[in-house]
């Protein structure tokens, strides 16, 4: 059987969902590269219950190329899975298990092309990136990011191995997601006009982000490389209120912008709060001194679009044997890399239509193609050397 078919294996038996930590993946990694004779960094987080890994193969003293992939995954607690969801289980020439396809089938094939890289002499150098919290906010690649950035020699490349069928993609849209907690009074049902509804102020601010939606959605903001064209607004959770009988005081939504790489997002939350302090607040502060309207940043990050006349898109048309360049409708890593001057393109194994998903998988021939893809890279780092 072939060897990434193996080390997805053993990848997915590792239930790194992003509430649990990753050490035991990171470190079989660690221990998989050093027994190759390849040193690793850990970077950890604050509690030291998660890291990242970085690794380089190849001369030190230049760029180089990143192949970078996220070890969290989502979780697998109250979905419909047939199989088991920690155990690779093959059937018709797919492998299923939890990060198959999201993402850990792109990792399995860097590892096991690792004694590839080894065996050649190399131009410029391979470097491998694993982090951990992606699915909460891009949270852990950051301090990977703020590392290499004191570097004297930035990657000339880092290719995201998100699934995308092995196709090229070059943008996705950005991400920001916000907290509103609005404080009104209780009072009574029967003397309703006496309080604060919090709940009707929350509705009223909802009320006013679909206005913002809506606006955005107008011809022109429209950006036809992405689906849907223009950037959205959508409140995706709620909740307040105690009785019947009581007019709320507390009421939270948690709201999200996915905007096109050219729109800040940040212009949605910023709107949205001064409707809040010019128009609601002094008419809820008007009934009772004690009330607020608070927002809390969530999570955030950038899209991504990468020229497709750069040297990036032509390697990537060079490696995936395409020049059909595509966008992506989820987020990933790549905004925060190209944010970070290193160009970056997205191109994995499997498809996001089975990501997230129960009975979650990647194909054996999308592995297998991914595979080609890390050989032509290694064709092309071997040029002149």
Not at 178 to 204: D, K, L, T
Not at 253 to 267: C, G, K, N, S, T
Not at 324 to 340: D, I, M, N, R, W
Request: net charge negative.
């Amino acid at each position: 059987m072939p060897i990434s078919r193996d080390l997805l294996a053993r990848l997915v038996a590792f239930a790194t969902v992003s509430r649990d930590s990753n050490l035991a993946l990171i470190e079989f990694v660690r221990d998989y590269l050093n027994d190759l004779g390849v040193a690793c960094e850990l970077d950890y987080n604050a509690e030291r219950t998660k890291a990242n890994l970085f690794a380089t193969i190849g001369p030190s003293d230049r760029g180089g190329v990143v192949l970078s992939g996220h070890t969290d995954v989502v979780p697998a607690d109250g979905q419909a899975w047939t199989l088991p969801p920690f155990e690779l289980t093959e059937r018709d020439g797919k492998l299923y298990g939890r990060g198959t396809a999201d993402m850990k089938g792109y990792i399995a094939c860097m590892l096991a092309a690792v004694p590839h890289f080894l065996q050649s002499k190399l131009r410029l150098p391979l470097h491998l990136a694993l982090s951990y919290d992606e699915e909460v906010g891009c949270l852990g690649v950051r301090s990977l990011l703020a590392e290499l950035e004191r570097r004297p020699h930035k990657p000339v490349l880092c290719i995201i191995g998100e699934p995308t069928e092995l196709k090229p993609v070059l943008g996705h849209k950005g991400k920001l997601a916000m907290r509103c907690q609005v404080h009104g009074a209780a009072c009574h049902s029967a003397y309703a006009p006496q309080g604060v509804n919090a709940i009707e102020y929350a509705a009223r601010l909802i009320g006013k982000l679909g206005e913002i939606g809506q606006r955005l959605a107008a011809p022109e903001y429209h950006d036809q490389r992405f689906d849907p064209p223009y950037s959205t607004v959508q409140t995706g959770l709620i909740s307040g209120g105690r009785a019947l009988n009581i007019v709320p005081a507390e009421c939270q939504f948690d709201f999200e912008v996915r905007a096109l790489p050219a729109a800040d997002p940040q212009q949605v939350a910023d709107e949205l709060q001064d409707y809040a302090e010019r128009e609601l607040l002094p008419q809820m502060r008007a009934r009772s001194a004690d009330t607020a309207i608070r927002f809390q940043p969530l999570s955030a990050y950038p899209g991504l679009a990468t020229d497709p006349h750069s040297e990036a898109a032509e390697l990537l048309a060079l490696l995936s044997g395409s020049r059909e360049f595509a966008t992506v409708a989820f987020g990933t890593e790549g905004g925060l890399f190209h944010q970070a001057g290193i160009p970056t393109v997205v191109c994995g194994p499997g498809s996001m239509d089975q990501g997230h998903k129960p009975d979650e998988f990647v194909s054996q021939q999308q592995l297998d193609g991914c595979d080609a893809m890390l050989r032509r890279l290694l064709q092309w780092l071997q040029q002149d050397a």
